[in-house]
């Protein structure tokens, strides 16, 4: 999800993130052809993941390409597939609007706050290893936290801290637009929550707030010993086996990419926001991957390769959200039995998920960030393509009750 900002603008890296403010007109060869409506779904009571067969790729191309055409999205690669249903992998669109060169499986993207999966599963790693514990008070490990001293880990990593989300203050925003490549500091980014009153009392309820994952990067550096970066490099990128896969330590971003389009800027005006400075999204929504290595990622997250059997089962108690059929849990989504992460930050929007008890596999890469309807297009996508497949878990992920559009219901980064 995203944060729940109460400024009128605000950058969020997860849920939603984007304002609906202009929204760009399909770009050229976005969409090749006058589209028919969606096939209709199965019913409800149809079980059973279907074979990926040339009838079913039919029916996702048409309605991944009906999606694009109403969201007016550029450009998405979808990735899925089920051990002995087969695979669908497929690119759409342009991954660059100004040169029309078609988006393909093997580019580049950002993907926002998917980056929290791999912060907290470092942090997991620690836990593990008996560095820190869930119920650790925050201030533990970092000084003038508001609320430091009841504030744990487990609740950093829930969504449950009540800290004010500093992707939300009105003057992170605007440094962020008027000089889109500056770097930031952690400290920065604390520093735009704390000038602000806590929200609500450790535990009381759910929000998304992505000031939280910037306190755990830091207690993963301070337990771990090295810097974030290094730590998911060689704690969870390598065991994990992704090789395309990266925590930038600045503005780099590896080719081939595409090139990612937002509303989130000093105007309003939609503009390519592709080498924008990562470092404000940090922990919460620094990283880049590509398509291949998500997928090899999704079932590790879901299944806790990486972790103990006690400590995944710790991150499997997902608790409520205020979003009917959504649980949040350490760093991670349960949506309608779907677990995985969204991620969403100016240019880009990304969704990798798993069902286990179909062994299922899903991700779906594109390269805005713009709002339909005040949905985010992954959310749309994983509707469309989930309604297909696993008509009894329908991916539904709303912008949460009270959410301002211009932030988005998910985690900006």
């Not at 998911?232 to 780099?252: C, D, M, R």
Request: aromatic share 8%.
């Amino acid at each position: 999800m995203g944060c729940s900002p109460t400024t009128r603008r605000g950058i969020c890296v997860g849920l939603a993130t984007a304002g609906l403010l202009a929204v760009p007109a399909t770009a050229p060869g976005a969409v090749a052809e006058d589209l028919p409506a969606p096939l209709a779904s199965p019913s409800s009571t149809d079980t059973g993941f279907p074979q990926l067969g040339p009838a079913v790729a039919e029916r996702l191309d048409t309605a991944i390409r009906q999606v694009m055409r109403e969201a007016s999205v550029p450009g998405v690669t979808v990735g899925l597939s089920a051990p002995g249903k087969g695979e669908y992998v497929r690119s759409f669109g342009v991954a660059d609007k100004a040169n029309g060169t078609p988006m393909n499986p093997g580019l580049y993207m950002r993907i926002g706050s998917e980056t929290k999966t791999f912060t907290v599963t470092a942090l997991l790693e620690l836990v593990d290893e008996g560095k820190v514990k869930l119920d650790d008070p925050i201030g533990r490990y970092i000084d003038k936290v508001p609320n430091g001293d009841r504030i744990t880990l487990r609740d950093l990593a829930d969504m449950r801290s009540g800290l004010f989300n500093y992707s939300a203050d009105e003057g992170f925003y605007k440094a962020l637009t008027s000089d889109p490549n500056r770097p930031f500091a952690p400290q920065e980014l604390l520093d735009y929550s704390f000038k602000h009153p806590v929200q609500f009392q450790p535990g009381e309820k759910f929000e998304y707030c992505n000031t939280n994952l910037i306190l755990l990067g830091l207690v993963v550096e301070k337990a771990g010993g090295r810097p974030l970066k290094n730590a998911i490099q060689e704690k969870v990128l390598e065991p994990a086996g992704l090789h395309h896969t990266l925590f930038p330590a600045g503005a780099e971003f590896p080719s081939p990419h595409a090139h990612g389009y937002t509303d989130q800027t000093a105007s309003g005006a939609v503009e390519d926001a592709t080498d924008w400075h990562p470092s404000w999204a940090w922990a919460a929504g620094a990283m880049i991957s590509d398509l291949q290595d998500l997928r090899t990622w999704a079932p590790v997250v879901a299944t806790g390769t990486l972790l103990t059997p006690r400590t995944q089962a710790e991150r499997l108690k997902t608790l409520p959200t205020g979003i009917p059929g959504a649980g949040y849990g350490l760093g991670i989504f349960n949506v309608q039995g779907w677990i995985g992460h969204n991620g969403s930050l100016p240019g880009y929007e990304s969704l990798t998920i798993y069902l286990p008890e179909e062994r299922a596999t899903l991700v779906v890469l594109l390269n805005t960030d713009i709002l339909h309807h005040q949905i985010e297009p992954s959310t749309l996508f994983g509707q469309a393509i989930t309604k297909i497949v696993t008509p009894a878990h329908v991916f539904d992920l709303p912008l949460p009750p009270g959410a301002r559009p211009t932030t988005g219901a998910g985690p900006a980064g």
